[in-house]
């Protein structure tokens, strides 16, 4: 590293004192780390459940808690105790350290369904049933202390048996796909279909007990000599628990080009086992979830409303899921007719909307099928077995995320079979293709101007699919018997809503984890802070609002929403170019996320849940030249020409992977280690630039906001997770803060030359000012304060604060700084959180002046915004609802976080 320049220093210690002079106006202190030491007489932290009911039927929760610097270290252990003060068996493990090794994150995983628990440092308790794994003869056998279940580590077979004592419950648990080769845009009925089955290449034990146990399976689905769609699903264990969780992801590596109708068209895509069926067809149950936590509660082989009647406690019996007495004792004009009853084998409930489900059944293949009701939403949840075992299953976010389906085959055999639809095969094949021709936009030029009318960045055979993903989460229980209603009711509510423990608000601002003292708890004290505090609330609420009414749902779309919105249609532009789905433009996810930090609010959460899934799987390749990279927003997740890494942006996946400790998660941020180098391969300025540019390995242009926010959270976050590739990942942290702080502009220089193999940027001969409205709002301001909080590099506070300082000043200042202004900017608002971070760090009190003025004097939301809807009926609007016709994600998301940021750190500096 090479030495700092004195003046630099010097400028630097100026600036230290007069932000702590600052600070302790404010009656701030800093964080003080204990660097290989241990805090005495940390404080416990609660742990709550972040719905009301607790645990529930759910088979364990395991929550992410963050940890001053210095507190603990390393190989510090914990113990838990419920509300009364007794010993709860937990499994806790480091998932981030600080700089100087102490602990800064751990995960805690359990499966009591205690409440007032309490987490301290101490020696773990014990389960009385420990989970336990053993790898042998082909098989990861893993019991829970309840159920034993044997894995596959090859063959079609991702779950072989699932036992309950000597019983088993449910086998050969694999993955199905229906390939359709050619879709039918003229609908004239001559659809073929393929199908194939789960091929397993590798299984690995994550964890092994004694609370939790995780085995990951990956392969690809395969018939014959053929093999695609990559798959990596992993099955989570907890002691005591008679269930177990399947979180399921699939990456699209088909064929689809627009304008042909052949290709790799997805007709159907499960999960399905067999169950074994040993009772009297009376006495097999089937269950199927419908809204809410209602039910279909029937027999194969039903002796309720018949002509005759068996008896009032036989038909209560059977309705309850009980086992009948003997027919014997029934009544004999029932008995002795028993064979004329029909038995209804097969159950198929369709959710081909978020509307609407349909349900039938019928006798057996070859028979005619039945209606059997309907609804509004199902919950994804069904069982079959009967008094000596069966199996509950249910898919998470089941309507949310249609077209899906539930199907009970040959209930009436030896042998039911079970799948759990994530796209129907009674749906329309997955088209997708790209939704227009090009329109003759063969050149840049063309490209352009196109862009200029529909804000749609395109460019021919950039609008693919492949490569991108998606994750399911599903649970399954082996019953010993047919659970009672209230036992289902509780499945139901355990797939619906999967149980999470949360530390709470003041643990996550207080251990200063992410970019401290950025966020505080809501606080309306002042009726200027309960103002802002009711925007925020209204601007989640109406988002909330909006994906109900304008149904922003579906297996690809759920979890987004949209851009911009067209006052004249009273819509939102779902169909106009780069004003469609958002894919994290001006950083929503970061909005939600400190959002519920501050609040600890449960909405907030599965939002935010809701958006971290979708964006970090569907908006993001994982496959192929553009893997690492993301697509800017439009009118399909994945149709511009703009692949960046401002989309796949690690920041994004952060919190919830550290609140949750979710290992999928884990995967995406850690896969965004090396996507340095997906600039060899993809230049994201090639359509703009005037001087000659060819990537190189030694010289790949790199700019230090969109481009470089991306890549320094994927590194930072490897190296607090001490992954494998922490070590390199360090090294371009710090390499890349040097050298961008040694720019003659620093950040104000814009960009620079990096080398992929030094991970270096070289240093520019000469000053240029680079500055875009976009630099620092895709998660730079969040970025650089934790950054200049872990590492103590003056010249790079210096060249960081000194952007903060000159972006919303005026044209004079910028040229007097910097030799030229910096043209024509926008997004001032939003930026106002760079002048409250800058005002804190340097004691500068016309900082947090204009950080307040720029607030609310600027572009983006002001007070004398309406704030409020207007209602929406018919005929100006398909459904009832209503409208904000002045909200626009992008402002959205810089108002949400320069408000959060400012109250927290210039919250009492605010004016009158």
């Known amino acids: 590293m090479s030495p700092i320049p004195r003046r630099s220093l010097l400028k630097a210690a100026a600036v230290a004192g007069a932000a702590a002079q600052f600070s302790r106006s404010l009656g701030t202190t800093d964080a003080q780390a204990a660097p290989g030491g241990e805090a005495a007489g940390a404080d416990p932290v609660s742990l709550r459940w972040l719905e009301d009911g607790g645990l529930g039927a759910a088979p364990g929760s395991t929550v992410g ?30 998932i981030a350290y600080w700089p100087d090794g102490s602990l800064k994150w751990t995960a805690h995983a359990m499966s009591s369904d205690a409440s007032g628990l309490m987490l301290t440092a101490g020696e773990p308790a014990v389960p009385e049933r420990a989970v336990t794994v053993d790898r042998s003869g082909g098989t990861i056998d893993v019991s829970t202390g309840v159920i034993t279940v044997k894995i596959g580590e090859s063959g079609s077979a991702l779950v072989r048996s699932v036992t309950r004592g000597t019983t088993e419950i449910a086998g050969n648990g694999r993955l199905v796909l229906v390939r359709q080769p050619e879709i039918e845009d003229e609908d004239q009925g ?37 093999s695609w769609l990559p798959f990596s699903v992993r099955l989570y264990f907890y002691a005591g628990a008679d269930s177990f969780r399947m979180v399921h992801t699939v990456t699209f ?13 997805v007709r159907g895509l499960g999960v399905r086992f067999t169950v074994p069926m040993r ?57 002795t007719r028993l064979q004329y009853v029909p038995q209804w084998g097969d159950y198929t409930l369709s959710q081909l909307s978020a509307d609407g489900f349909t349900l039938r059944k019928r006798t057996k293949k070859g028979h005619g099928w039945i209606a059997a009701g309907g609804g509004r939403r199902a919950s994804g949840f069904g069982y079959v077995g009967g008094p000596s ?90 019953n010993e018997s047919t659970p009672s209603p209230e036992q289902l009711a509780r499945q139901v509510d355990a797939v619906r809503v999967l149980p999470q423990l949360a530390a709470p608000p003041r643990q996550l601002i207080g251990a200063k984890v992410f970019g401290p003292g950025l966020y505080s708890e809501p606080d309306r004290s002042t009726s200027a802070k309960a103002k802002i505090e009711d925007h925020l609330d209204f601007l989640f609420t109406y988002y909330k609002d909006q994906v109900e009414m304008r149904r922003w749902y579906g297996f690809w779309d759920y979890g987004d929403v949209m851009h911009s919105y067209d006052p004249v249609r009273h819509q939102w532009r779902y169909d106009v170019g780069g004003y469609a789905w958002d894919n994290s433009e001006l950083s929503p996810d970061l909005w939600l996320w400190f959002a519920y930090l501050r609040s600890g609010r449960a909405d907030i959460f599965r939002f935010a849940e809701a958006m971290t899934r979708h964006t970090g799987e569907v908006d993001v390749y994982h496959l192929g030249q553009w893997a690492g990279l ?89 190296w607090e997770r001490k992954g494998p590739k922490w070590e390199k990942a360090r090294a371009r942290v710090l390499s890349t803060m040097e050298t961008i702080a040694a720019q003659p502009n620093g950040f104000v220089q814009g960009s620079g030359l990096y080398d992929l193999d030094t991970g270096r940027f070289a240093v520019a001969a000469e000053p240029v000012v680079g500055v875009s409205h976009l630099s620092a709002v895709f998660g730079l301001n969040e970025l650089c304060a934790e950054l200049i909080d872990l590492v103590d590099m003056p010249a790079f506070k210096e060249a960081y604060l000194d952007y903060c300082r000159y972006f919303n000043a005026t044209k004079t200042e910028q040229a007097a700084r910097y030799g030229t202004n910096f043209g024509t900017l926008l997004l001032f608002q939003g930026h106002s959180r760079l002048d409250a971070y800058a005002a804190v760090q340097t004691g500068d009190a016309q900082l947090a002046t204009r950080a307040w003025t720029k607030f609310y004097a600027s572009d983006g939301y002001t007070e004398s915004s309406p704030w409020r809807t207007e209602e929406l009926s018919g005929p100006v609007t398909l459904v ?14 810089l108002y949400g976080l320069a408000a959060i940021e400012n109250l927290a750190l210039l919250g009492d500096r605010m004016p009158s």
Not at 77 to 88: E, R
Not at 292 to 297: A, I, M, S, V
């Open 880 to 893: 009832p609802g209503s409208e904000a016709n002045w909200v626009y994600t992008n402002d959205t998301a």
């Open 253 to 265: 590596d088909g064929k689809q080009e627009p304008g042909r109708s052949s290709g790799d068209f």
């Open 630 to 718: 993301g697509t800017r927003h439009g009118v399909q997740h994945y149709a511009d020409s703009a692949k960046q890494q401002r989309i796949a942006n690690t920041t994004y996946r952060r919190y919830y992977y550290f609140l949750t400790a979710d290992e999928r998660v884990g995967d995406l941020m850690r896969a965004n280690v090396d996507s340095d180098e997906t600039f060899l391969a993809l230049d994201p300025l090639r359509k703009i630039r005037t001087d000659p540019y060819t990537p190189d390995r030694h010289a790949l242009s790199i700019g230090f906001g969109t481009d470089w926010s991306g890549l320094v959270s994927a590194w930072l976050t490897e």
């Open 389 to 478: 075992g069966g199996l509950s299953f249910g898919l998470r976010d089941f309507w949310e995320k249609f077209p899906a389906q539930l199907d009970v085959r040959d209930a009436h055999t030896d042998e039911a079979e079970v799948t759990l639809w994530l796209w129907s095969p009674e749906a329309r094949p997955m088209d997708l293709r790209f939704y227009h021709d090009g329109m003759g936009q063969d050149t840049y030029a063309e490209q352009l101007e196109g862009l200029n009318i529909t804000y749609e960045d395109y460019e021919p055979g950039f609008g693919t699919p492949y490569g991108i993903a998606r994750t399911s989460e599903l649970l399954f229980w082996a």
């Open 279 to 335: 009772d009297a067809a009376y006495d097999r149950h089937v269950r199927i979830g419908g809204d809410g936590t209602g039910l279909l509660r029937e027999a194969v082989q039903g002796v309720t409303g018949l002509r005759r009647d068996p008896g009032a406690a036989v038909q209560a019996a059977q309705f309850a899921g009980e086992r009948l007495a003997d027919p014997s004792t029934w009544d004999q004009r029932v008995t």
């Open 190 to 226: 001559a659809e073929k279909y393929e199908r194939f089955e789960s091929a397993i290449s590798g299984a690995e034990v994550e964890q092994d007990g004694p609370v939790r146990a995780v085995v990951r399976i990956d392969g690809k689905h395969r018939k014959g000599g053929r």
């Open 65 to 94: 808690v963050p940890w001053p610097r210095g507190a603990y270290r390393p190989e510090r252990t914990f113990a838990l105790t419920d509300a009364g003060g007794k010993a709860v068996p937990v499994q806790s493990w480091p």
